[in-house]
Protein backbone atom coordinates (compact mmCIF):
# COMPACT_ATOMS: atom_id res chain seq x y z
CA UNK A 1 0.00 0.00 0.00
CA UNK A 2 1.35 3.44 -1.10
CA UNK A 3 0.37 6.35 1.66
CA UNK A 4 1.11 9.67 0.82
CA UNK A 5 1.90 8.82 -2.93
CA UNK A 6 2.02 11.33 -5.93
CA UNK A 7 2.95 9.76 -9.33
CA UNK A 8 4.78 12.28 -11.85
CA UNK A 9 3.21 13.58 -14.84
CA UNK A 10 6.60 12.68 -17.17
CA UNK A 11 6.63 9.51 -18.43
CA UNK A 12 10.48 8.66 -19.79
CA UNK A 13 11.43 7.08 -22.69
CA UNK A 14 12.87 3.58 -23.30
CA UNK A 15 12.90 1.14 -20.70
CA UNK A 16 12.75 3.83 -17.92
CA UNK A 17 9.57 4.48 -15.83
CA UNK A 18 7.57 7.19 -14.71
CA UNK A 19 8.87 8.83 -11.74
CA UNK A 20 7.16 8.79 -8.16
CA UNK A 21 7.09 10.73 -5.09
CA UNK A 22 6.45 10.32 -1.53
CA UNK A 23 7.04 13.43 0.53
CA UNK A 24 9.43 12.08 3.92
CA UNK A 25 8.13 13.32 7.44
CA UNK A 26 10.62 14.80 9.80
CA UNK A 27 12.65 12.62 11.39
CA UNK A 28 11.84 10.23 8.81
CA UNK A 29 14.24 7.55 6.67
CA UNK A 30 14.67 6.35 3.11
CA UNK A 31 15.81 2.52 2.73
CA UNK A 32 16.97 1.52 -0.55
CA UNK A 33 17.53 -1.93 -2.27
CA UNK A 34 19.03 -1.47 -5.52
CA UNK A 35 19.83 -5.02 -5.91
CA UNK A 36 22.09 -5.39 -9.50
CA UNK A 37 20.99 -2.26 -10.30
CA UNK A 38 23.08 1.21 -10.32
CA UNK A 39 21.79 3.61 -8.54
CA UNK A 40 22.38 7.89 -8.33
CA UNK A 41 21.34 9.85 -5.39
CA UNK A 42 21.45 13.62 -5.10
CA UNK A 43 20.07 15.44 -2.46
CA UNK A 44 17.10 18.55 -2.50
CA UNK A 45 16.16 20.98 -0.72
CA UNK A 46 12.07 19.78 -0.32
CA UNK A 47 10.72 16.85 1.77
CA UNK A 48 9.52 15.01 -1.53
CA UNK A 49 11.93 11.75 -2.23
CA UNK A 50 11.21 10.81 -6.02
CA UNK A 51 12.55 7.94 -7.36
CA UNK A 52 13.05 6.76 -11.13
CA UNK A 53 13.72 2.85 -12.19
CA UNK A 54 12.65 1.68 -9.28
CA UNK A 55 9.32 0.95 -6.63
CA UNK A 56 8.28 3.13 -3.80
CA UNK A 57 6.60 2.81 -0.32
CA UNK A 58 5.70 3.98 2.91
CA UNK A 59 4.69 3.15 6.01
CA UNK A 60 4.27 7.14 7.16
CA UNK A 61 7.99 6.74 8.63
CA UNK A 62 10.06 5.26 6.54
CA UNK A 63 10.23 5.12 2.19
CA UNK A 64 11.08 1.99 1.15
CA UNK A 65 12.43 2.07 -2.82
CA UNK A 66 13.82 -1.09 -4.25
CA UNK A 67 13.88 -2.62 -8.17
CA UNK A 68 11.00 -4.02 -9.80
CA UNK A 69 10.97 -7.85 -9.98
CA UNK A 70 10.92 -7.47 -13.78
CA UNK A 71 14.18 -4.95 -13.94
CA UNK A 72 16.28 -6.12 -10.84
CA UNK A 73 19.10 -6.88 -13.40
CA UNK A 74 18.17 -4.96 -16.91
CA UNK A 75 16.95 -1.33 -17.21
CA UNK A 76 18.16 2.07 -16.45
CA UNK A 77 19.65 3.49 -13.88
CA UNK A 78 17.70 3.58 -10.37
CA UNK A 79 17.72 7.30 -9.59
CA UNK A 80 16.76 8.92 -6.20
CA UNK A 81 16.16 12.69 -5.33
CA UNK A 82 15.91 13.34 -1.23
CA UNK A 83 16.06 15.77 1.26
CA UNK A 84 19.40 16.72 2.59
CA UNK A 85 18.49 15.91 5.84
CA UNK A 86 17.25 12.27 5.50
CA UNK A 87 18.48 9.54 7.32
CA UNK A 88 19.77 7.23 4.44
CA UNK A 89 20.59 3.34 4.02
CA UNK A 90 21.50 1.82 0.45
CA UNK A 91 22.28 -1.65 0.08
CA UNK A 92 23.22 -3.10 -3.30
CA UNK A 93 24.44 -6.84 -4.81
CA UNK A 94 26.53 -5.80 -7.95
CA UNK A 95 25.08 -2.45 -8.76
CA UNK A 96 27.24 0.85 -8.43
CA UNK A 97 26.41 3.44 -6.10
CA UNK A 98 27.16 6.83 -6.63
CA UNK A 99 25.90 9.98 -4.45
CA UNK A 100 26.30 13.61 -5.22
CA UNK A 101 25.83 15.74 -2.07
CA UNK A 102 25.18 13.18 1.07
CA UNK A 103 22.26 13.51 3.37
CA UNK A 104 23.52 14.10 7.04
CA UNK A 105 22.92 10.32 7.74
CA UNK A 106 24.44 7.75 4.75
CA UNK A 107 24.61 3.91 5.35
CA UNK A 108 26.01 1.82 1.88
CA UNK A 109 26.97 -1.50 1.64
CA UNK A 110 27.84 -3.01 -1.76
CA UNK A 111 29.37 -6.79 -2.28
CA UNK A 112 30.81 -6.10 -5.93
CA UNK A 113 29.67 -2.21 -6.79
CA UNK A 114 31.29 0.40 -6.30
CA UNK A 115 30.33 3.76 -4.08
CA UNK A 116 31.56 7.16 -5.04
CA UNK A 117 30.43 10.14 -2.55
CA UNK A 118 30.88 13.66 -3.48
CA UNK A 119 29.86 16.41 -1.29
CA UNK A 120 27.41 16.55 1.70
CA UNK A 121 27.72 16.54 5.13
CA UNK A 122 26.77 14.67 8.34
CA UNK A 123 28.15 11.12 9.31
CA UNK A 124 28.72 8.38 6.14
CA UNK A 125 29.31 4.91 6.88
CA UNK A 126 30.57 2.71 3.76
CA UNK A 127 30.97 -1.21 3.71
CA UNK A 128 32.14 -2.81 0.23
CA UNK A 129 33.48 -6.67 -0.16
CA UNK A 130 34.58 -6.29 -3.55
CA UNK A 131 34.46 -2.26 -4.99
CA UNK A 132 36.29 0.39 -4.70
CA UNK A 133 35.39 3.37 -2.62
CA UNK A 134 35.71 6.59 -2.86
CA UNK A 135 34.81 10.42 -1.19
CA UNK A 136 35.47 13.71 -2.03
CA UNK A 137 34.90 17.15 -0.63
CA UNK A 138 33.11 15.63 1.86
CA UNK A 139 32.49 18.51 5.08
CA UNK A 140 30.83 16.09 7.47
CA UNK A 141 31.43 15.36 11.48
CA UNK A 142 31.87 11.37 11.16
CA UNK A 143 33.30 9.35 8.13
CA UNK A 144 33.54 5.42 8.67
CA UNK A 145 34.74 2.87 5.72
CA UNK A 146 35.57 -0.47 6.01
CA UNK A 147 36.47 -2.15 2.21
CA UNK A 148 37.35 -6.00 1.49
CA UNK A 149 38.73 -6.31 -1.66
CA UNK A 150 39.00 -2.90 -3.10
CA UNK A 151 41.23 0.37 -3.00
CA UNK A 152 40.02 3.43 -1.26
CA UNK A 153 40.61 7.19 -1.96
CA UNK A 154 39.20 10.20 0.12
CA UNK A 155 39.98 13.59 -0.43
CA UNK A 156 39.17 16.77 0.67
CA UNK A 157 37.42 15.81 3.61
CA UNK A 158 36.83 16.65 7.26
CA UNK A 159 35.53 14.66 10.19
CA UNK A 160 36.39 11.61 12.56
CA UNK A 161 37.56 9.34 10.08
CA UNK A 162 38.06 5.34 10.45
CA UNK A 163 39.32 3.96 7.16
CA UNK A 164 40.49 0.58 6.38
CA UNK A 165 41.18 -2.20 3.71
CA UNK A 166 41.97 -5.58 4.03
CA UNK A 167 43.33 -6.33 0.05
CA UNK A 168 43.12 -2.65 -1.22
CA UNK A 169 45.57 0.42 -0.85
CA UNK A 170 44.23 3.51 1.17
CA UNK A 171 44.97 6.65 -0.24
CA UNK A 172 43.59 10.20 1.77
CA UNK A 173 44.78 13.60 0.46
CA UNK A 174 43.38 16.83 1.21
CA UNK A 175 42.54 15.52 5.04
CA UNK A 176 41.33 17.63 7.62
CA UNK A 177 40.51 15.99 10.84
CA UNK A 178 41.25 16.11 14.89
CA UNK A 179 41.01 12.01 14.90
CA UNK A 180 42.66 9.18 12.29
CA UNK A 181 42.63 5.76 12.17
CA UNK A 182 43.44 4.17 8.66
CA UNK A 183 44.92 0.85 8.11
CA UNK A 184 45.93 -1.36 5.05
CA UNK A 185 46.47 -4.71 5.70
CA UNK A 186 48.18 -6.42 1.84
CA UNK A 187 48.45 -2.71 0.10
CA UNK A 188 50.51 0.57 1.18
CA UNK A 189 48.93 3.18 3.01
CA UNK A 190 49.14 7.20 1.92
CA UNK A 191 47.76 10.87 3.95
CA UNK A 192 48.20 14.23 2.69
CA UNK A 193 47.47 16.94 5.97
CA UNK A 194 47.65 18.91 8.62
CA UNK A 195 47.70 17.41 12.02
CA UNK A 196 45.53 19.51 14.73
CA UNK A 197 47.36 20.02 17.64
CA UNK A 198 45.48 17.62 19.85
CA UNK A 199 44.65 15.36 17.77
CA UNK A 200 45.34 11.98 17.13
CA UNK A 201 46.22 9.67 14.41
CA UNK A 202 46.97 6.10 14.11
CA UNK A 203 48.26 4.28 10.51
CA UNK A 204 49.14 0.94 9.71
CA UNK A 205 49.73 -0.92 6.82
CA UNK A 206 51.17 -4.67 6.83
CA UNK A 207 52.44 -5.87 3.68
CA UNK A 208 52.94 -2.25 2.04
CA UNK A 209 54.24 1.00 3.24
CA UNK A 210 53.30 4.12 4.83
CA UNK A 211 53.42 7.38 3.55
CA UNK A 212 52.64 10.53 5.56
CA UNK A 213 53.01 14.53 3.47
CA UNK A 214 52.89 16.70 6.67
CA UNK A 215 53.40 20.75 6.25
CA UNK A 216 56.98 21.48 7.46
CA UNK A 217 56.16 23.09 10.64
CA UNK A 218 54.27 19.72 11.94
CA UNK A 219 54.16 19.18 15.42
CA UNK A 220 53.66 15.69 16.45
CA UNK A 221 55.17 13.28 18.54
CA UNK A 222 55.30 9.82 16.89
CA UNK A 223 55.79 6.23 18.10
CA UNK A 224 56.71 4.13 15.78
CA UNK A 225 57.21 0.01 14.78
CA UNK A 226 58.62 -1.57 12.23
CA UNK A 227 59.97 -5.33 11.34
CA UNK A 228 61.93 -5.07 8.04
CA UNK A 229 61.15 -1.70 6.83
CA UNK A 230 63.11 2.01 7.53
CA UNK A 231 61.73 4.81 9.05
CA UNK A 232 62.32 7.93 6.48
CA UNK A 233 61.82 11.30 6.90
CA UNK A 234 62.32 14.77 5.09
CA UNK A 235 61.36 16.98 7.89
CA UNK A 236 64.07 16.56 10.55
CA UNK A 237 62.93 15.58 14.29
CA UNK A 238 63.37 17.93 16.89
CA UNK A 239 63.94 15.28 19.51
CA UNK A 240 64.82 11.97 18.20
CA UNK A 241 63.00 10.31 20.81
CA UNK A 242 63.82 6.75 22.85
CA UNK A 243 64.31 3.70 21.75
CA UNK A 244 61.28 1.04 23.07
CA UNK A 245 63.18 -1.91 22.52
CA UNK A 246 66.48 -3.81 22.06
CA UNK A 247 66.53 -3.66 17.97
CA UNK A 248 65.51 -0.41 18.04
CA UNK A 249 62.42 -1.08 15.67
CA UNK A 250 59.99 0.79 17.95
CA UNK A 251 61.19 4.22 19.10
CA UNK A 252 59.63 7.71 19.32
CA UNK A 253 60.40 10.63 17.40
CA UNK A 254 58.98 14.25 18.02
CA UNK A 255 58.43 17.02 15.41
CA UNK A 256 58.11 20.90 16.93
CA UNK A 257 56.80 20.54 20.07
CA UNK A 258 54.69 17.44 19.85
CA UNK A 259 51.37 18.50 20.14
CA UNK A 260 49.76 15.47 18.07
CA UNK A 261 50.32 11.98 18.98
CA UNK A 262 51.17 9.70 15.86
CA UNK A 263 50.68 5.88 16.28
CA UNK A 264 52.41 4.59 12.72
CA UNK A 265 53.34 0.96 12.31
CA UNK A 266 54.25 -1.28 8.88
CA UNK A 267 55.15 -4.98 9.31
CA UNK A 268 57.51 -5.11 5.69
CA UNK A 269 57.62 -1.99 4.21
CA UNK A 270 58.94 1.47 4.73
CA UNK A 271 57.83 4.81 6.63
CA UNK A 272 57.86 7.78 5.12
CA UNK A 273 57.38 11.31 6.02
CA UNK A 274 57.31 13.74 3.47
CA UNK A 275 57.38 17.58 3.53
CA UNK A 276 54.22 19.13 1.98
CA UNK A 277 55.24 20.49 -1.23
CA UNK A 278 58.46 19.02 -1.03
CA UNK A 279 60.08 16.90 -3.93
Request: charged letters at 20%; proline letters at 3%; aromatic letters at 4%.
Amino acid sequence: MLASLLLSVALISGTSEPDTSARLPRGGSVEIDAHARNVNIRTGTTDAVTVRNGTLDTDGKTISISADDLLRTQGGTMEVLLPAWARVSVSTYTGNVTVDGAPVRLEVESFQGSIRVSGGSGALELASVAGTISVSDFKGTQLSIDATGGDVTVTNATGRMEVSSINGAVRMRGIRSPHVEASSVSDGLEFEGPLAADGHYEFSSHAGGVVLTLPADVSARFTVELFSGKFLTQIPATRPGDRNDDDGNDFTAVFGKGAAHVEVSSFSGDIRVLKAGGR
